[in-house]
């Protein structure tokens, strides 16, 4: 395999198999959120949420992490606000204290919350802006879930940048993968370069899992599998993929790493095998 292909994938995957706490669109608004307070320098009176219907789908009915139990668009911008830590990304809601859970819940109440549809185009779009007596801050998150295109504070531009549907940034070019490659490189890659990256996902994929056949999140589905249809491979398989993605949509704050952004994709391609 051409060396500097192989050294892309090697890439790609470090690029890909991350960790996320949370189901990531929700952690996504809440790294906004974060990173605006951060900008602002203060805690905001109003905060706005546009984002596009995509985005409002997936996140308008899912418990949010470390939060008590809150739900939806106000409750993953509330708890980036209180308690993100912007610099940790897709964790970014990981260190919330019980004390900060409650601060959480009471600014959900005191401020001005108001979320909008944003019409560009482009699937994954967030925007958020905080509005103090004096200040305005705003993040526009594009693309995929940390990909901050553009950051500003009373007017003032920090962060600009240009993206087109598709476009990959700063990231490795997805383009390069085809399935002849893929195999090639799943042949010919040395285990130690990968090692790292995937035993993190065995290892946290696997807890999750094990923690949503044991614990009670959402629907139980991984544990009615096993009541229902059994102990064979192939339903204990099925039964681990749901299994980690009802506890992670239901809040549970173990960290789940991803696939091409999405935590339940990160399961399904992972814990079968």
Avoid at 8 to 31: Q, R, S, W
Avoid at 47 to 56: C, E, L, P
Avoid at 220 to 225: P, T, V
Wanted: proline share 3%.
């Amino acid at each position: 395999m051409d060396k500097k292909l192989y050294d892309a994938y090697i890439k790609i995957l470090e690029e890909e198999l991350v960790p996320a706490m949370g189901c990531t669109e929700p952690i996504a608004i809440a790294y906004g959120a974060a990173l605006a307070r951060e900008t602002l320098g203060e805690i905001p009176q109003k905060v706005i949420i546009s984002a596009s219907g995509n985005i409002i789908k997936n996140v308008k009915s899912v418990v949010v992490p470390n939060t008590g139990g809150l739900r939806g668009i106000p409750a993953a911008a509330a708890a980036g606000v209180v308690a993100g830590k912007a610099e940790k990304k897709l964790e970014v809601l990981a260190d919330i204290t019980p004390e900060e859970i409650e601060e959480i819940s009471s600014y959900l109440e005191k401020a001005d919350f108001e979320v909008k549809t944003v019409e560009s185009g482009c699937v994954f779009d967030i925007i958020v802006e905080l509005q103090s007596k004096e200040h305005r801050a705003a993040v526009r998150i594009q693309g995929h879930h940390t990909n901050v295109v553009h950051v500003e504070k009373d007017g003032k531009i920090l962060v600009d940048k240009v993206y087109a549907e598709g476009q990959e940034g700063e990231r490795t070019d997805r383009s390069l993968l085809c399935i002849e490659e893929i195999i090639r490189f799943a042949d010919q890659v040395e285990i130690a370069q990968v090692e790292k990256v995937i035993q993190r996902q065995i290892d946290y994929n696997t807890a999750i899992a094990r923690e949503g056949l044991s614990g009670k999140w959402g629907a139980g589905i991984g544990k009615i599998l096993l009541m229902s249809y059994g102990n064979s491979v192939h339903n204990r398989a099925k039964a681990m993929a749901a299994a980690g993605s009802d506890a992670r949509m239901n809040g549970c704050d173990m960290p789940v790493v991803i696939n091409s952004g999405s935590g339940n994709q990160g399961m399904t391609a992972s814990l079968p095998v």
